[in-house]
């Protein structure tokens, strides 16, 4: 559970992980620019981000594994940046799994359970507890290779969690695992995760994934954090064209600012737009638009102010329908039901009439 919002009364709560001013080169390659982030306890925040944007950097750099080359690291308010990772009170799940292929599950699970603090039956008690945990506790006899991918994963999570750590870390957990089970076992993480209140960190490359199971999301491009939100607010308020185009899937338009003010011409087209700066006429803008947000109609219905647009796919995914289109030289996407998709007649070649909402258009000055 997070813990109850700030009321303003007595001392802000401290984060549980806070990193200031992380930088990391790579001889003259800069893989991470003076990262800031502070992460609340018991809080799920995502690292999200294109290959190669320095997730696993910054990842490794919080682990202890591959220090930062500036900045700091704090951890319930002590500075660890120097610290080896044993010493750092977390616990990691790689996307390999990286279990002891001679070791059985429970010898696995129990693997770092040694010293004064674990004598053997604490210890056996508490593999046996984690094993229950993550629903494997009828496979503790058997070796790492007789269990699937989901199995496995399993129980390197149960490892990473043995010794109560203060920060779980997760580095692409899910990826190499068959779909069916990701989808399931990224709920299951999830669930795992707020009833022990575990702060986590969690590395993917999959906005679904992050969008779906996280507190907060951190979005990452090219070394840099490019938005921290929860995920309605990088969903509906994506902070630049990066984030509006990685995150979520969009209709992406290229138009100029035309007159009178919140009027957009793109291509032979002319948009509504209501932006939340001013913009200048003649400025090129980028606009973003939800699928959800296109609104499709027959071509005898057409609103004023609609598009004609020719159907070129239609993809059914159950609940809702994704239909692609072209205005040219917009591509626009939707999606609908199939009870709508049905009622427009909206197969490959149908030309429909697309509105696309003013209050829905998200806009930016094209910087590039
Ligand atoms: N040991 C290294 N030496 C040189 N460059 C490195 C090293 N490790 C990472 N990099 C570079 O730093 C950048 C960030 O890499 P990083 O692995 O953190 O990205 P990522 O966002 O985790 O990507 P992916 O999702 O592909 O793992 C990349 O350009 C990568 O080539």
């Not at 906005?207 to 090219?222: K, P």
């Not at 990685?246 to 009178?260: C, L, T």
Request: with cysteine; charged share 20%.
């Amino acid at each position: 559970m997070l813990p109850e919002r700030y009321s303003g009364y007595g001392p802000p709560p401290a984060p549980h992980l806070e990193l200031r001013d992380i930088g990391k080169q790579f001889g003259s390659f800069v893989a991470l620019h003076r990262i800031n982030l502070a992460v609340q306890a018991g809080e799920l925040v995502t690292l999200l981000g294109p290959s190669g944007c320095g997730k696993t950097t910054l990842l490794r750099a919080i682990a202890g594994l591959d220090p930062p080359s500036s900045g700091r690291i704090l951890m319930a308010g002590r500075d660890v940046t120097e610290l080896p990772p044993a010493a750092r009170d977390i616990g990691i799940v790689f996307q390999s799994y990286a279990l002891f292929p001679n070791l059985t599950v429970a010898q696995n699970v129990s693997y770092g359970l040694r010293g004064p603090a674990w004598p053997k039956v604490r210890a056996r008690e508490r593999t046996a507890e984690l094993l229950a945990l993550v629903g494997l506790a009828d496979q503790a006899a058997k070796h790492p290779g007789a269990l699937s991918g989901g199995q496995q994963q399993r129980v390197a999570l149960a490892r990473a969690l043995a010794r109560e750590p203060g920060l779980l870390l997760l580095d692409e957990p899910l990826s190499a695992i068959d779909p069916l089970v990701r989808d399931h076992l990224r709920q299951e993480i999830r669930s795992l995760q707020q009833r022990l209140g575990v702060t986590t960190l969690l590395v993917t490359h999959d906005q679904e994934e992050a969008l779906g199971i996280s507190d907060r999301v951190v979005v990452m491009s090219r070394g840099r954090i490019a938005q921290v939100g929860t995920p309605a607010e990088i969903y509906d308020s994506p902070a630049d064209p990066f984030v509006a185009g990685f995150v979520g899937r969009a209709s992406r338009i290229e138009a100029v600012v035309d007159s009178p003010p919140g009027m957009l011409q793109a291509g032979p087209h002319r948009l509504m737009a209501e932006a939340a700066r001013p913009l200048l006429f003649g400025t090129r803008v980028l606009c973003f638009l939800r699928p959800e947000h296109l609104r499709l109609h027959k071509r005898d219905a057409a609103p004023a102010g609609s598009l004609p647009a020719m159907v070129t796919g239609v993809e059914f995914l159950g609940p809702i329908c994704r239909i692609a289109l072209e205005a040219r030289p917009l591509r626009l996407l939707a999606t609908v039901t199939p009870e709508v998709l049905a009622s427009l007649e909206a197969q490959p070649g149908a030309t429909l009439a697309a509105s696309l909402p003013a209050e829905h258009l998200m806009v930016f000055p094209d910087e590039i």
